[in-house]
């Protein structure tokens, strides 16, 4: 590969020192996407990090610039991505999710990787395949108010015993969109760990919390004895809205909108939204048609899992509800909310 073929920039053992103060000030030394390496106590094994997919979720950012800074030796050898630099620093600072016109980087991780997210993503897939890690965790902020949660394409002991370092709520799905955690296997567990929202005190010490346990604990691949209890819920759907809809989020309809969500619907984040339960007025333009609801082999599962009265939506079933987002920007590129059957919850304890 030439250096044009090569986006991430590979820096090994920083020194605490050459670390700048703030945040901000180590996004500029990084200035564009980066790999990190640091050797550690045992150096037969490795661990992977990923941060900053998003530019506008800094906790897993700030809990690694934290580690950093102190100096702090690893249990293993680690190699942390920081990817979305650029997007970080746009304008003022984590304001954008993605550089406007590019690809959302966490859909990048499968073909074709022909556009320059991808081309990151394709580096960075072989920059994990020559190190070998034994497992990667990926942190990120939920985009809107919402507790903690982790998401894993495999339900199996190593797969929950990295989620339960940073939380006890799991989802366990099927859908493939193109995220880092699809690249998951048995050999590297490979899961997904939402802070909580990027502006909340809270996810940012949870974020301290558990990359403290990933990167001193000697062993993290299987669930302590006793202790640990996690909520499980499976095979989510999404809501997904048509990319041109006109949305708004009020506490009653917007005239001209082809859908007013509550504005309180993020309260529902984790809890059980009953049948019956108010997701939002549809304009009379477009009515359902900007609504699809897939679950992981296509079929349409909206009837399933919601239903219409007049122009108002609702759900058609108790439903737990997760990923509720109030960002209108993320609702159309991305979706609304996720949605799984009540009777797809466990509660597992060890």
């Known amino acids: 590969m030439n250096i044009s073929d090569e986006p991430i920039l590979c820096i090994h053992n920083p020194h605490p020192e050459t670390i ?3 945040v901000e000030g180590f996004l500029n030394q990084l200035g564009g996407p980066v790999m990190i ?23 897993g950012l700030r809990a690694v ?40 980087m966490n859909r990048c991780f499968a073909p074709p990787y ?6 990151i993503a394709e580096h960075m897939l072989d920059l994990v395949d020559s190190y070998q890690p034994e497992c990667m965790i990926d942190i990120h902020n939920t985009s809107g108010m919402s507790p903690a949660f982790g998401v894993v394409t495999h339900e199996d002991p190593a797969h929950e015993a990295l989620i339960a ?38 996810s940012d010490q949870l974020a301290v919390d558990g990359l403290a346990r990933y990167l001193f604990e000697g062993h993290v691949l299987k669930l302590p004895n006793e202790g640990v209890e996690i909520e499980l819920y499976r095979h ?15 506490d009653e309809p917007v005239p001209d909108m082809d859908l007013t969500v509550p504005k309180d ?51 058609a079933r108790p439903l737990k509800l997760f990923m509720i987002t109030s960002n209108r920007a993320i609702a159309l590129s991305d979706c609304l909310l996720y949605a799984s059957f009540e009777r797809e919850y466990t509660y597992l304890k060890s």
């Open 114 to 119: 022909d556009d320059y997210n991808g081309r």
């Open 265 to 315: 619907l993020e309260q529902h984040n984790f809890g059980t939204a009953p049948e019956g339960t108010l997701i939002g007025w549809l304009g009379e333009r477009c009515g359902t048609r900007i609504l699809r609801v897939q679950n992981a082999i296509g079929r349409d599962m909206f009837s399933t899992f919601f239903h219409v009265d007049g122009q108002k939506l609702y759900t």
């Open 165 to 202: 370092l940073f939380t006890h709520h799991l989802i366990v799905t099927d859908l493939k969109l193109g995220a880092l955690m699809e690249i998951s296997s048995s050999n590297m567990p490979v899961v997904t760990v939402e802070c909580g929202g990027a502006n909340d005190e809270r």
């Open 37 to 59: 390496s640091v050797e550690g106590k045992d150096t037969s094994r490795t661990r992977a990090i990923c941060t900053l997919l998003h530019g506008n979720e800094p906790s």
């Open 236 to 250: 989510p759907v999404r809501l997904e809205l048509h990319p041109d809809s006109l949305i708004d989020f009020s």
């Open 20 to 22: 700048a103060h703030t």
């Open 65 to 104: 610039h934290r580690w950093l800074r102190s100096g702090g030796t690893p249990a293993v050898n680690i190699i942390c991505f920081i990817i979305s630099v650029k997007a970080a620093l746009t304008e003022e600072l984590h304001k954008h999710r993605i550089l406007p016109g590019q690809r959302d």
